[in-house]
Structure formats: structure tokens, C-alpha cells
């Protein structure tokens, strides 16, 4: 992947086979990862990653996307199950010079992280200070944000916290969902590092302490999540329903059953109350604490997901119906949980 205007031969001259290692294991990085190693001038040293996990119906271990993109293009990879004395170790043997980070899932050590010339530094998928922590992508999408971005920080022992080098603004659109930001939240690792790599690997780069006062965190995202709370506004909900499109799912339970919805729209005041269900013609409304969210499809337990006009052919809800909802817990603190 090569960004407009990049020109390759400019960065051979400036570099001279410089040592990077890249840990991480989610595939947000890859983009990032493409570029990296179509750079002649830098060698892509080796990959840090999680251990192959178990998944699937049939529990067989598999690997994630970074160990396979590695794999497939003979960049040494190695997978422990928590960074120790044998990785640091390795990376002195291989004399790496810097270490790029985004979303590994470990705490590094501080001796990890002093190891290499030029140290470590984290790819984030928030403007920090803003959404340190586990879900900062769906946390943006789902607080109604209109913009998110991506930050390159120099990495320290507390989560999130490092001096920051530079930001890649991204413009979250009305049809963005959790996974298509991510996309463009991928894909702007590039220009990001495009800009800095030449500073981190001389040293020279520029850091801004974070503003302690601005700090805030987003947690792990949890099944118990996905139950809407229509007493909210029928935006905020629209909102949600995008962020969670892929996990952990949006849903309303009726009839003691939960129905997940697959995508919504917020719209005016329909005379509903919150919570409430409105069947008609080929739409389907329920209530909220302001306006009204419709929902354009719709899957019970066992189905697949459905259009509106085709799920409600074979289910019908009672007339003035209630479904239930309870308070969600909240997904940003001003402090770390």
C-alpha cells in the first residue's frame, strides 16, 4: 500500500537497512504492516503476536491475521504467551532498533521497552488523550463523535499514557459502522507513520505530554452490552447500533426472547413511548426517550438476518407491545477500571 505522492526512492536515501519489529494482533495493523515491508530500506526484522487460539465451532486453534500475514511473507514471527527476558534477548540478537505496537495485548516491561535504540512506540486508535483503553474505536462511533483518528505515541509503563508524536485525524460519516471505521482507522496508520518513521529511527522526534485533565478511558466491550436502553434518544441509539454491528450486536428483548437488530435509523417523534412497537405496513418503530428508532433488519434466535419487510411476513409482535430495557453501564470513565 502506498500513499499518493510517496516516493520510495526518497526514503532509501534516508535510511540504511534500519531494524523494526512490530508486535501486535489484530488486523487494524495491517495496512500499516504492507507498507513497512515494501520499504527497501527498512527490514522488518520479526513479529511478536498472540499464541494461536481456539475458535469456531469445532475449537481449533487458529491464527490470527498479523502471524499469517507474517507467514506469508517470511518475516520471522514469534508467539509467546507474554513477552519475557527470551524476547528481549532476541530482539538485542537481531539488532533491532525500534519497536512498533498496536493492539498486542500486553503490558510491556520496562526493560522491554528500553531494549532497542530507539525504543517502542504505540499505534492508537483514538486521539489520545481521549478513549485510552480497550474499545476505542466502537466507543467513538457509539458517543455519537464526528471525528476519531489514530495516534503515535512513545510507549511507558502505564496504559495509554506515553508522550505523544503525531495524530491522523479520521471523519467518522453517518453510515460508519464499527467496521468500516476500523477500516479507515487502518488505513490511516500509513500516512501517520509515513510522516514519523524518520524521526523514530533517528531519534528525533518531538513528544507532547498528554493533558492529564483531558484523559478519558473506554473498557472491554461485553456481551451484557448489547441490550438496548430505549429510554436514551433514538440517535444515540442509531449510534450504538453501528458501533456493535459486529460484536457484541445490538438487541430488544420481547416475549422473554432477545431480537437482534442488524441496522436503524433514528427518526422524529412518532407518538410512541420509549420501549414501545409500532408494526406498520413494511416498518418496524420502537419508541426511545426522544424520537423514535427504526429498524431495518431484524434476526429472532436461530434465523437469519432479516429486511424488515421480510421478517415481519413470518412474526408478528402484539399491538402496543413494551419491551423491555434496562440502564446500560456506561462506556467511558474518567478513570482506569
Not at 504492516?33 to 513479529?47: D, W
Not at 476519531?148 to 495509554?160: E, Q
Amino acid at each position: 500500500m502506498k500513499p499518493d505522492g510517496y516516493s520510495l526512492s526518497t526514503q532509501v536515501d534516508k535510511f540504511n537497512s534500519r531494524r523494526v519489529v512490530f508486535c501486535g494482533s489484530d488486523e487494524i495493523a495491517l495496512p500499516m504492516l504492507e507498507y513497512l515491508n515494501q520499504l527497501q530500506a527498512i527490514s522488518l526484522a520479526g513479529v511478536l503476536t498472540q499464541p494461536d487460539r481456539r475458535s469456531g465451532r469445532g475449537r481449533k486453534l487458529k491464527a490470527n491475521s498479523i502471524k499469517e500475514w507474517a507467514s506469508q511473507n517470511s518475516v520471522e514471527v514469534r508467539t509467546p504467551e507474554k513477552p519475557t527476558r527470551n524476547e528481549i534477548e532476541w530482539l538485542k540478537e537481531i539488532d533491532a532498533e525500534l519497536v512498533l505496537v498496536m493492539a498486542y495485548g500486553h503490558i510491556l516491561s520496562q526493560e522491554f521497552l528500553d531494549c532497542t535504540t530507539w525504543g517502542c512506540f504505540n499505534l492508537h486508535a483514538s486521539l489520545l488523550p481521549k478513549y485510552r483503553g480497550a474499545s476505542p474505536i466502537e466507543t467513538a462511533l457509539a458517543s455519537g463523535d464526528i471525528e476519531t483518528g489514530v495516534t503515535l505515541m512513545r510507549m511507558v509503563r502505564k496504559m495509554d499514557a506515553g508522550p505523544l508524536v503525531g495524530q491522523e485525524v479520521v471523519q467518522i460519516s453517518s453510515e460508519d459502522t464499527g467496521t468500516s471505521l476500523r477500516k479507515k482507522l487502518a488505513d490511516s496508520c500509513v500516512p501517520l507513520i509515513q510522516k514519523y518513521l524518520n524521526d523514530l529511527l533517528s531519534g528525533g522526534t518531538a513528544e507532547l505530554p498528554q493533558m492529564e485533565n483531558e484523559v478519558t478511558y473506554c473498557r472491554k466491550l461485553k456481551k451484557e452490552d448489547a441490550p438496548l436502553n430505549f429510554s436514551l434518544g433514538a440517535k444515540f441509539l442509531e449510534c450504538r447500533v453501528r458501533a456493535f454491528q459486529a460484536w457484541p450486536g445490538s438487541i430488544f428483548i420481547y416475549d422473554e426472547t432477545p431480537f437482534k437488530i442488524g441496522s436503524a435509523k433514528a427518526l422524529p417523534d412518532q407518538g410512541l413511548s420509549p420501549g414501545q412497537i409500532e408494526v406498520k405496513s413494511n416498518e418496524i418503530n420502537i419508541g426511545t426517550g426522544e424520537g423514535s428508532l427504526q429498524i431495518f433488519e431484524l434476526q429472532k434466535p436461530g434465523g437469519k438476518m432479516l429486511p424488515v419487510a421480510d421478517f415481519i411476513r413470518g412474526f408478528t409482535f402484539d399491538k402496543n407491545v413494551q419491551v423491555k430495557f434496562t440502564e446500560n453501564q456506561p462506556l467511558v470513565s474518567k478513570k482506569f477500571h
